[in-house]
């Protein structure tokens, strides 16, 4: 009902590819969706997020895509770098909740190696 | 930009203690959240507020209350600090409580050590 399932776990990649992190969930009155960025030692920063009226977003190298028919959406990064390696945290948010409340994923650690 | 502050970066308590984490924001925004983040765990939200001396249960809220006698002020109370309380301590707060498309905005994080 309410979790939002995150893979993979961990990810690692080499420098200048390409990183994707999948999130899934189970609630369609789900209608928005963050992702965080948490470097060692710092606070999560949101990075980018999606609502549910748009299948996709990007910022130059992160994208994110939502497929609401399968529910689930996805964090792409392309060219990547080492200060990408960071966890990653997918959210979401439910029309009928309000307080603001967000149900996270686990968190994917990724790593870029040079 | 918004800023959310927590008191202590580090704090070292022992077993049966009672624990105050604080947090303050400056944006006034309506709602503040409280979680714990342990490895492998994610954030689990402990509990939450959406205005002055309002609280609602997160997923884990046991052993735990709050406390928000001002807007900007969101307090976490460990009423009997048990060493599997050992966790780093997050807090975060977002703009309205009528909305469900809004993030949050996070503290750098309570590292809290129960002995």
């Known amino acids: 009902g309410e979790n939002v399932e995150q893979h993979p776990s961990t990810l690692s990649v080499q420098e200048g590819d390409s990183a994707v992190i999948k999130c899934t969930y189970s609630?369609?009155?789900?209608?928005?969706f963050p992702w965080y960025k948490q470097e060692l030692g710092k606070r999560p920063q949101l990075i980018i997020d999606?609502?549910?009226?748009?299948g996709e977003k990007k910022d130059q190298r992160i994208a994110v895509t939502l497929n609401k028919t399968a529910k689930h959406f996805s964090l792409h990064i392309t060219e990547t770098q080492p200060e990408d390696s960071a966890v990653y945290f997918c959210?979401?948010?439910?029309?009928?909740?309000?307080?603001?409340?967000?149900?996270f994923g686990r968190g994917t650690q990724l790593t870029v190696w040079p | 930009d918004v800023k959310v502050t927590q008191s202590s970066r580090y704090l070292v308590k022992r077993t049966g203690e009672k624990v105050f984490l604080e947090c303050v924001q400056d944006?006034?925004?309506?709602?503040m959240f409280w979680y714990r983040q342990d490895p492998g765990l994610g954030l689990r939200l402990i509990y939450f507020?959406?205005?002055?001396?309002?609280?609602e249960k997160g997923d884990i809220p046991e052993g735990y209350s709050v406390s928000r006698e001002k807007k900007e002020r969101f307090s976490l109370i460990l009423e009997s600090a048990s060493t599997n309380q050992t966790s780093m301590y997050l807090c975060?707060?977002?703009?309205?409580?009528?909305?469900?498309?809004?993030?949050?905005?996070f503290g750098d994080g309570t590292r809290l050590s129960i002995l």
């Open positions: 609630d369609s009155a789900s209608n928005y």
């Open positions: 975060a707060s977002s703009f309205s409580r009528l909305r469900s498309n809004q993030p949050q905005h």
């Open positions: 507020s959406y205005d002055v001396k309002m609280k």
């Open positions: 944006m006034d925004h309506e709602n």
């Open positions: 959210a979401r948010a439910d029309r009928g909740s309000t307080l603001g409340r967000l149900y």
């Open positions: 999606i609502r549910s009226n748009v």
